[in-house]
């Protein structure tokens, strides 16, 4: 039976995989980058760096590590960690692209301009944030819902207020997701839809 545990060290290399795997809006993201590592170093190791408490994950029968969530308390600082202390550090074989011609040089500008600007949300009391994926062996069975209620109770734990998250807009099922497990609709800007949930 598949089990949701703590994040291990020596988790990092599945949790990277998912991410790859599901990144192309659920689906699997391989060869859409010049550098599949890039979409890992951006979305999910960095919360696994910061904050390995607020990583879960589910484990297979067989001890396969299939789906994960990772959260942050507090957005802005987060988003500090990440420009002035995470991204100096990974970045150097990705400099910063002058125009975005590519999948690549998207993301790529979008990571060196994270932390620019405070967080939209964090001042209308959501200030977590959460990532999850799941590979799609676990999709559908409740695993979504279940490492939300996990990452939630964590962060009630330590006071927080509210978490969000922002999905892009052509994502059709994180969309149709969301509301189901508790989330309202924020506003945003038109190519992203984000969510929220208070969490006292």
Not at 112 to 141: F, K, N, T, V, W
């Amino acid at each position: 039976m598949s089990r949701i545990r703590p994040f291990r060290p020596g988790d990092e290399a599945a949790l990277a995989d998912i991410c790859l795997r599901t990144a192309d809006l659920g689906g699997d993201a391989t060869g859409l980058l010049d550098d599949d590592r890039l979409w890992a170093e951006v979305f999910v190791l960095p919360y696994v760096a910061r904050h390995p408490d607020l990583t879960f994950v589910v484990e297979t029968d067989d001890g396969r590590v299939a789906g994960y969530i990772v959260g942050a308390p507090d957005t802005d600082d987060f988003e500090r960690w990440f420009r002035t202390e995470w991204w100096p550090r990974v970045a150097a074989g990705w400099p910063l692209p002058a125009a975005e011609r590519t999948r690549q040089d998207g993301l790529l500008r979008y990571a060196y301009g994270r932390g620019a600007e405070p967080d939209p949300y964090q001042s209308d009391g959501y200030p977590a944030h959460l990532h999850i994926d799941l590979l799609p062996e676990l999709q559908g069975e409740g695993w979504g819902r279940r490492l939300i209620q996990t990452l939630a109770e964590a962060l009630r734990e330590r006071g927080v207020a509210g978490v969000h998250l922002v999905a892009g807009a052509d994502n059709a099922g994180a969309v149709a997701f969301y509301p189901r497990v508790g989330f309202v609709p924020l506003p945003g800007p038109p190519s992203v839809r984000a969510f929220g949930m208070r969490l006292s």
